[in-house]
């Protein structure tokens, strides 16, 4: 989902993870992931901004920064179709 932080208009982005179902094996994968992206700074990633677990919803949401520019695919796809070559 594409979120604005209503303290200062910042766009981010927010990936649910819907959890209160799953087993102890997919929890731990959902925990891993957050800790990996914590652990990351570099220009070329998507920057990790913080996780919240949203009890009544029983989902993790994880947010990040925005890609404005779209996804690594699209961004593929579009090069393709015009017969460039990605720099």
Not at 15 to 31: D, P, V, W
Not at 34 to 54: F, H, Q, T
């Amino acid at each position: 989902y594409k979120v604005k932080r209503k303290e200062d208009g910042l766009i981010y982005a927010m990936k649910k993870i819907k959890i209160s179902n799953s087993n102890h094996r997919e929890i731990t994968n959902c925990l891993n992931e957050v800790r990996i992206l914590a652990s990351i700074s570099n220009p070329y990633i998507i920057g990790y901004k913080e996780a919240v677990y949203d009890e009544s919803a029983g989902c993790l949401l994880l947010i990040t920064e925005f890609a404005y520019g779209g996804d690594l695919s699209g961004f593929i796809k579009t090069h393709q179709k015009k017969k460039e070559a990605i720099n």
